[in-house]
Structures are given as C-alpha cells and as structure tokens.
C-alpha cells in the first residue's frame, strides 16, 4: 500500500500465482498503480506498507522513485520459519553471489559500444 | 537479450523514457516476454545478455526466475563516467542503507498476522 498525503495512493496485490510475472509482487504492483494514476517516476513523498519485508527487487523499484519510508510487518525469517517457498527467498549472500557470478564482456573502445554511442547522443 | 537453447528466447528495450513504469529495465521487460511466451516462472536453462551491468532489481528478478548465466558489455562505473543520471544508479551501499531504513511494525501473534493466516491455509 502506498500512501500519498496521509490517503492510499495506490494497492497492489501478489499476483505470482495467477500470472507468468516475477515481477507481480505487491510492493511493484503498487508503485506501477501509483505511477500510472499520478503519471510520475517521482513518488518520493509516499510511504509504503508491505506484509512481508521487501525484497531486493522491490526495494530497488523504491529506490529508483525516491521512496524512503518502507514499513512490513512480517520480517523474511519469519516467512520462512512458517513455510515460504524456497525459491520465494532472496537474502544478502544469494545477491551478491549472483552478482559476483555475472560475466563481463567489455565492447568499450569498439564501433558498437553502447555507453560511448549513448554519451555522443546526449552529448549532442 | 535472453537466450535458450541458442535461439533467441526474448529480447527488451528499456522503457523507462517511454512510459512511467519504474520497472521497464530491457532485463526485465525480456524476462516478461519470455515468461509470457514460455509460461513460466523457471528460466532457468536461459542465458541473458544485458547491455549495461544489471541493477539489484534485474538481478533479483533473474535470481526468482532462476537465470544464472548473466552477461553484460558496460560497468555500473563505466555509465556513471559518460554521465548516467544519478537516479538511475543503484550502488550495494545504497541497497543496504535502504534495507537498513526499514521500519519493522509487527503482526506476529496478532489476529491479523499475515504470515500466521497464511501458514494456516496453507498446512489445512
């Protein structure tokens, strides 16, 4: 739930198990509802309520549209100590294990590099 | 870019100056396309090619959806040096002093904790 000037600007609902979209979890589905009705990236003078305690996913979606009041009433141990999937779980060791796994492959300095064609464009 | 079985699974543009949806990173809106076409939530024998150093969101988004294989051609540190905005960059310390912000307002042993309803239904 997010709250704009003490009024719910926008609910979301979980919605991982009706469709094929990781990306339908509540937090998100309430910053894109709020997002379209208030036609903004900027949300950053509301607060959110959350269930559970966001995940990495969620909380960088708040990061990018300047939310920083982030409340949840059930913390990720708790979930998993009553049962959460497996798969369902994302903690600091799995982030960052990921991240050290991805694999670098620089194009910087050839004629297709994207960030120097980026650069040039709005440089322009 | 995502990629299985060396075909071309789906691919995505990041949407962010086109529409007001925080979560229109190329990544995820590849992981979408390919989780409605393939309907699934396991992408797990999928590859992905990213342009730029995947976000914690992607990254996130990958992880639930079991991709590993992650491949980008430009660092976070290279964009910021050809003058990304600011506020699309996320860094690990950002991460964390916005998990670390979180205010906990527990349910638990309430009649309305969220976590132990579900447990309940769940375990019938």
Not at 37 to 62: F, R, W
Request: hydrophobic residues 40%.
């Amino acid at each position: 739930m997010l709250v704009k000037d003490k009024r719910i600007a926008a609910e979301g609902v979980n919605t991982l198990h009706k469709t094929f979209d990781i990306s339908g979890h509540a937090e998100l589905q309430a910053i894109r509802k709020a997002q379209a009705k208030l036609k903004t990236n900027d949300l950053s003078d509301c607060s959110i309520y959350a269930s559970g305690e966001p995940c990495a996913m969620c909380l960088t979606a708040m990061y990018f549209t300047g939310i920083r009041k982030i409340y949840y009433s059930s913390s990720l141990a708790e979930a998993v100590a009553n049962g959460f999937e497996k798969s369902e779980v994302m903690t600091d060791q799995n982030l960052k294990q990921l991240k050290d796994s991805m694999i670098y492959l620089p194009l910087a300095g050839t004629v297709d590099d994207p960030v120097r064609l980026w650069a040039e464009g709005v440089n322009k």
